[in-house]
């Protein structure tokens, strides 16, 4: 299930290969895989994942987070780029869709409002409400 949560940044729970040729159906450009190979059986690994994604012309970018780095600078900068530097809709994934929602909303924080955040993430299904002192 895709959730909207701008209208280029959509986040997910983990998806299959066979949902690649739906993504670029739809616009989309760039996947960001947030979900570590360590939680997922064979069909759903990164290299699998990447293969699928790039036989129907997309980018795939595996940027595994783990709950305990979700704060980590690095990381939500590096996320941030490979949002920002995208040429159409970006999807991210991991198990929930959260972990993906969480680190976009902190790469927003000072460009955006806190509130806006939280409502962007909230329509989509994401409470970011505990991370409302990190955002502004």
Known sequence: MVRPVT???????????????????????????????????????????????????????????????????????????????AEGKVLAYCASGNRSTVVWGLGQAGEMPASEIMDKAAAAGYDLSQLAPMLG
């Open 7 to 85: 209208e280029t940044f959509f986040a997910s729970p983990q998806i299959t290969a066979e949902a690649m040729a739906q993504l670029a159906e739809h616009g989309f450009t760039d996947v960001i895989c947030n979900r570590p190979d360590e939680e997922n059986g064979p069909a759903e690994q990164s290299a699998e994942m990447q293969k699928a994604a790039e036989a129907v012309g997309l980018k795939f970018h595996f940027h595994p987070l783990v709950h305990a780095k979700l704060l980590d600078r690095d990381g939500i900068a590096r996320q941030k780029a490979l949002i920002e530097g």
